[in-house]
Every structure is written in structure tokens, then in C-alpha cells.
């Protein structure tokens, strides 16, 4: 492409208003979801938090599907097309199934948004990628940032403001508003086609055949009735995510038994930083299920004693806090490096639990900060956030291209697809443990019950998250004895290799 060693290409550009775009629709719309569940389709507060718990898994642990269709059979674009097709429709009948207050059809809406999601999610950053030449990585790294901070942009609006416009325009009208923007971003990729597609995989690029189509539809059929069944049936639901964990995990040992003996202590090392993955995104997921709840029933309406909020709006700070702390972050790893001190990736994960183990005593803190009005300030919920963002950011780009350099390249896809599949089981383990702070309907939130159900829930948590640093520290070990062990064996047969040609 013509502009491809430029820092902004034109089609990255395009790519950026796209994140936008479906930032403000897809976390406008997660936002109200909760409240949604509870009080317009008259979930209970366990089964709203296995609802959320569920379309946050199911997003990542097909998202790995998705990425191999759009590798192998219909190309990237294509897959990006189709999904925001998907997402445009879902969010429309998820409209209409707020307006006629019917549940099935809001379920079917939310397991098509699900299944967009799945197809979709990691074709953009293929695009993007393909949108900059190959001699233009360093940009390219600075665009993926600046893409980010577009995303956490749309995200805090929408989710601070789509709860405002509720008493407005209900809960089906804010749907509608992001049907409507993921209406745009078809728009958009309609426009400028032939540009995405040159930035495309080699499938985009060549008609697909009816054979591939018809099986693309058959399996899309499939995948969408198995995430309603999900969906519909959670408590059977989170029993099949669990099996589909535990079986790529399985599997991911079995070929650890295949490998090379270098590798094998490598692939090792990979099990270990899933194990330290998923408990930290077991914290993640907290956020949108047991933080949320407790928000959703206890904030208070005004930010900092004058800025007007909405309590289920607490989750907007994190977006917040990514794209303020953004910069900041960055600004410390380069410090660190010109001191000659680079972190190891265990190591940033030991002070991402730290400040987990800080955002959960606060929030446990905030317990004993009741009103008289029966609301805590929502300045308390704002520096918890504070306190995750900043874990979030430390680790969010963590662990992808540590599993690729340990593992061998024929298993690269796979292994991104078993990170994948960690998230989905942080997500659901999340949900399940955060329905141990569900309380009935209408239920009278009185000292002894914010004390013995919320205070304790989350002291606990925080004191797991302070064990949990100094187990990664000591795992952290571990890992790099393997990997030492692995590089000198790797060494070994390359000098044996080498000798035997001689």
C-alpha cells in the first residue's frame, strides 16, 4: 500500500474509527446489561451475575475458532464483515426484545452478539497489522497504543452516558444507538473496501468456493445454537466451558509429551504462566460480576461530590483509568530499561497482584463508609479501579508472545488459542464464585449484611491476591530455571547438528 511506511496509514486510520465505534456500541450496551437482567427481565442477582459471567467467557474461548476459520477458509476482512453484520442484527433484536420485554428473544440476541464476537475479534488487529510495511513495526507498535486508547475513549462514554439515556430512551432505544453504530462501521468498511481488503490475508483477496460457504454456514449454525444453549441453560452452561478447558489443556500436556526435551521444559513453563493467567484474570473478571453488583447496590450518585454518575456507570472508570495510566506505564517501563533493569514477565505479574490485593482492601474498606442515605461515596469504587487498571495495564500484553517464543511453531496458533481458553475460564470461575454474594430479591441491605457478605468477600479476596504474589514470585523461579534448562539442551543439539554436518 502506497502509505504503508507512514506512522498513521490511511486504512489504519479507517481501522482506528472502526475500534471507536465498536467500543461505544458493544461496552455501551455491556454496561446496561446488568441492571437489564435484573430488573427488566427479572433475573436474580446470581443468575445476572452467571448471565455477564458467560458472555464475557464465551467471547474469548471462541474467538480462537474464529481466528482459524478466518485463517484457513474466508480470509480476515471477511470475517470482520460478517461479524459486524452479526453484531448489527444482535443488537437490533436485543432492541426489540427490551421493548417487548421477551426473554427468549434477548438471550438469542446476546448469543448472536456472542457469536460475532467469537468470529470477529482478532481479525482487526490483522488488518491493522497488514496496513503498515514491514519496515514500519515501531510505528506500527505506537498505532496498536493509540488504537487501545481510541477503544478505552469509546468505551468510557458510552458506558458512562448509556445509563443516563435510559430514563430517556429505555433500555431498547440505547440497543438501537449501538446497532446504529455498528451500522456505521459497515458503512465504513463498505467505503473503503478494496483498501481492507488489499490489508487482508491471501483468502481475502480470492473468491471462496460454495463448498467453503456452505460449510461456514453449517458450522455458524452450529456455534450459535451451542452459545444459546449456553446462555439458556447456565448452570449445565459453565459445565461445558469448564470440559473445554480442561480437555485443550489435556491437550496442550499431551504434545508436551511429543516434544523435544527443550521444549518440553519450555511448554512447562507455559503451563505455569496459564496457572498465574488465569487467577489473575479471575480478579479481571470481578470487575463486571461481584464489583459491579456491589456497585450496582451501594454507590452513591455523584463522583467527587459534584459529577453526576449513575452506579451501574462504575464500570467506565476502568476504561478511564486505562486510557489516563496508559502513558504513565509505558513512561516507567522506559525508565526502568535506561537503569538497565528490565521486569520479567512473572515479576510484573507479582506487582499486578499487589495492587490487586490493594484495589480488593479497599473495596472490602469501603464496607465500613455507609451514608446515612444506605450509599457509599462512588469516589471509593473510582480508586478501586484505579488500583486494577493499573494491574490490568501492567499485565494486559503479557503472556501472548511469552507462550509463542516457548512453544513450537506448529503449535503457535493452538497455544493462543489455549490463552484464549484461560480467559474464558477466569471469566466463568469469576461468575461462579461471585454468585456467593447474591442476595435475594428486595432484600434490606442492613450493617450486618454488607459486613458479613460484601466486607468479608472482598477482605478475602485480597488477602488471596497477596498469597498469590509471593506464589508467583517463587514460581517466577521456577520458570526461568526451566527455560535455562530448555536454552542449554536447544544449545546442545544445535553444536551435535552442527558436528554431524561436519
Sequence with gaps: MQDANARFPFTARVLILRQFLWGAAFYGTYVLLTKFFLFELNYSEADTIMMLGAFGAVGPVFSAVGGFVADRYIGSFRAVYIGYTAYTIGFFMLGIGALQVNIPLSVFSIALIGYARGLSATCPTVLFGNSYSATNREAFQQGLTINYSINNLGSFLSQYFFPFLVAYLAYQGNFFISAFLMMLTLVLFFTFR???????????????????????????????????????????????????????????????????????????????????????????????????????????????????????????????????????????????????????????????????????????????????????????????????????????????????????????????GLRAVALSLSGILAAVISTKIALPKDQVLTPEIIEGVYASYFYNLAALAVVMAFVTLVLSRVIAKLIRRGEELEKQSSEQDMATDH
Excluded at 382 to 398: D, K, P, R
Design 194 to 416: 478494496k483498501r481492507l481488503i488489499a490489508a487482508g490475508n491471501d483468502l481475502d483477496k480470492r473468491p471462496v468456493s460454495l463448498k467453503v460457504w456452505a460449510g461456514f454456514i453449517v458450522g455458524s449454525a452450529i456455534m450459535l445454537r451451542l452459545v444459546y444453549w449456553i446462555f439458556a441453560n447456565l448452570e449445565q452452561g459453565k459445565y461445558l466451558l469448564y470440559a473445554l478447558g480442561v480437555c485443550v489443556i489435556l491437550y496442550f500436556i499431551f504434545e508436551i509429551t511429543r516434544a523435544t526435551i527443550a521444549y518440553r521444559y519450555k511448554m512447562c513453563c507455559v503451563l505455569i504462566m496459564i496457572f498465574i493467567f488465569m487467577v489473575f484474570y479471575f480478579y479481571y473478571g470481578q470487575m463486571l460480576t461481584s464489583m459491579n453488583i456491589y456497585a450496582i447496590n451501594l454507590m452513591g450518585s455523584e463522583l467527587m461530590g459534584f459529577i453526576p454518575i449513575r452506579p451501574e456507570s462504575n464500570v467506565a472508570f476502568n476504561p478511564l483509568w486505562c486510557f489516563v495510566l496508559g502513558g504513565p506505564v509505558i513512561f516507567i517501563y522506559n525508565w526502568l530499561e535506561k537503569k538497565g533493569y528490565s521486569p520479567t514477565i512473572p515479576t510484573k505479574f507479582v506487582a499486578a497482584f499487589i495492587l490487586t490485593a490493594i484495589s480488593f482492601a479497599l473495596l472490602g474498606l469501603s464496607t465500613g463508609f455507609v451514608g446515612e442515605d444506605g450509599k457509599i461515596a462512588a469516589d471509593w469504587i473510582l480508586w478501586v479501579n484505579f488500583f486494577q487498571s493499573f494491574a490490568e495495564l501492567i499485565v494486559g500484553a503479557l503472556g501472548a508472545g511469552f507462550i509463542f517464543e516457548m512453544v513450537p511453531r506448529y503449535l503457535s496458533a493452538f497455544s493462543m
